[in-house]
Structure formats: structure tokens, C-alpha cells
């Protein structure tokens, strides 16, 4: 039997469902989150993940991504859901929406899950709260070849649709992990190679450490920084030079210069 589906309301209870997973207690409840456009549907694909629901609207123009897309979900017992353009502003809360929206599962990797010999470079984050600054850390984490990213205590949730945005479609390649900060210390005690974390006060200058790979970057709160706790188990801390009348760097900014720093090599 087809999954494939037309909806005209707004009000349809199918709809209403999507639409609440702008809200992260609608995503905690359902295990799910929101993705916006091909790009970000094809990246899923080839890394193995399909929609549970895919939105098409009925504008959309043909494409073998989008033929592909379809295919995929049904075939993976998911379903098709042909709907106007009005749905899709209401869903995507865009005035210009994509023509095509998916739904699909979120995936955390365990701590105990983690390969650290797997990449030379991992990032850790303490408490960050803007979901732009995740997505995007996500996504250099990415482009330079990290293993992961371990969010530790109360971080923004990766699968908001801010987040999601900002990852351009790495919020598939790139395993997310979460623990506590009791979780974190006992796990990072046999971290087999260097943490490094970033403070103002630090001695070294972030390009004349000595990194030991794999290295856990670990990152901290936009406003406040590292807590004491975590500067405590770093192997050592590094600063980024401020030359300007600026003072300190946006935190995705900065955990893409130690990310490289750490992948490269200085």
C-alpha cells in the first residue's frame, strides 16, 4: 500500500505534529527533528538516514535527489505527504521555504560508544546556549575531519531547527554525544590523548602547544567560559591573541581555530 499522501490544512493533526517540533518538547517527546531542503536530505541519504515523513510541496520541481528521496522513504516505511506552499511557510516559519521538508530520527552516540583513536581531533562543549554557535561548530567539526562532539550539561539541543540550520546538512556526518559533567570527568579520565581547553588566563599561546593526538578540544560557555572544574582536567589550557580592541572571539569562531590548529598542526 502507497505512504504517499495529500494535506491541504493547516490544521490537520499530521501537520500540527511537524509544525511542534520548533519546540524541544515536542522533539524530546518524539525522538525527532525538522530538516529543511535537498541538500540536507541527500546528506542524510548517503549517510544511511531516511525520513520518517517527507514533505513535498506540490510546486516542487522534478529532481533526481527529490525522486531519490521519495523512493528511499517509502521504501524504508516512511511516509510522503504532498502539501501547499502555505504548509510550508507555516512549517519552516519562512516567508521563501524550501519546496521540500523532511522529519527524522534523532541519533545520540553513548559515551562509551566513542572511538577516540578514530579521528585526531574531538570537541567537547560546556554549557553552550546559542543554537547558531552549535550548528556551526558542528559543521567545522566536520570540514576538519573531527570525530565528534560531546555536549556537556545543559548545552542548546543540536536537533532545534536553528542548530540544524546552521549544521548545512553535518548534523548527519558529525556524532553527537551528552553526559553530564560527573559523566564527562569520569569518561575523559581515559582519554588516551591531550585536552586542551581555551581560557584568558591561560599560559600558553594556543600555537605553541603541544598537542597529543587524538585531542579533545574543550570548549566553553559564550558568556562565562570554561568553569573551573573543566580547566581543572584539561592537560593544558591555551589562549587565542586578542591584537584588537576586541577582547575575546565568537565561540564558534575560536573553536574553528583550535580545531585546525589541533587537525593541522602548528
Known sequence: MSREREITS?????????????????REETGTFLAEGLKFIG????????????????????????????????????EIIVVTREILEKVSRKDNPQTVLA?????????????PARAPCWVALEQVRDPGNLGTIIRTADAAGCGGVVLI???????????????????????????????????????????VGTRLDAAH?????????PTLILMGNEQAGLTDELAAACDLTVKIPMRGRADSLNLAIATGVMVYAATEGI
Open 10 to 26: 493547516l490544521t490537520n493533526d499530521t501537520i500540527k505534529a511537524v509544525r511542534a517540533l520548533h519546540m524541544k518538547k515536542a
Open 205 to 213: 599561546d594556543y600555537r605553541a602547544a603541544p598537542y597529543r593526538r
Open 43 to 78: 546528506e542524510a541519504l548517503d549517510l544511511g538516514q531516511t525520513p520518517r515523513q517527507l514533505l513535498v510541496g506540490k510546486d516542487a520541481r522534478p529532481h533526481p535527489l527529490l525522486e531519490r528521496a521519495r523512493s528511499q522513504t517509502l521504501a524504508a516505511g516512511g
Open 103 to 115: 522529519v527524522f530520527e534523532q541519533r545520540f552516540t553513548p559515551l562509551d560508544e566513542i572511538e
Open 153 to 195: 550539561d545543559d548545552c542548546v539541543d543540536p536537533f532545534s531547527v536553528e542548530a540544524v540550520r546552521a549544521t548545512m546538512g553535518s548534523i548527519f556526518a558529525v556524532s553527537v554525544s551528552r553526559a553530564t559533567r560527573a559523566e564527562f570527568l569520569a569518561w575523559r579520565a581515559s582519554w588516551p590523548g591531550s585536552v
